[in-house]
């Protein structure tokens, strides 16, 4: 079955870490993006980091951008977003997404994504 897990969220307090993964299972991990989009309660979901597992090239939103890092492991076809110095307004569901056109020159949007995996809950307390 082609799909996608994502695990690692929590509850945390604000400048904490989590570190989130993406399990690709199904399908040939490699020539692939996956990306990690999030949805707050009350607004649309929104881009957070994405990378190519192509030539590992990765993009940023730029609320996140020094905090957060995103990492392709081929050999365990998973992706991780690691999360540093959290903050309350990064309390969303995560979802990872995954598309099998492994090129990419800036952060796609939803539609260029193929599969969707569940979300996973982070809440970071104040």
């Known amino acids: 079955e082609v799909q996608l897990q994502a695990s690692g969220g929590g509850l945390v307090q604000a400048g904490g870490s989590l570190r989130l993964s993406c399990a690709a299972s199904?399908?040939?991990?490699?020539?692939?993006?996956i990306g990690w989009f999030r949805q707050a309660p009350g607004k649309e979901r929104e881009g957070v980091s994405v990378?190519?597992?192509?030539?590992?090239?990765?993009f940023y939103a730029d609320s996140v951008k020094g905090r957060f890092t995103i990492v392709s492991d081929s050999a365990a076809a998973s992706v991780y977003l690691q999360m540093n110095s959290l903050k309350p307004e990064d309390t969303a569901i995560y979802y990872c997404?995954?598309?099998?056109?492994?090129?990419?020159?800036?952060?796609?949007?939803?539609?260029?994504?193929?599969?969707w995996g569940q979300g996973t809950q982070v809440t970071v307390s104040s």
């Open positions: 997404a995954a598309s099998s056109h492994g090129h990419i020159i800036s952060f796609p949007p939803e539609p260029f994504y193929e599969l």
């Open positions: 199904g399908f040939t991990f490699n020539d692939y993006t």
């Open positions: 990378i190519s597992t192509r030539d590992l090239k990765t």
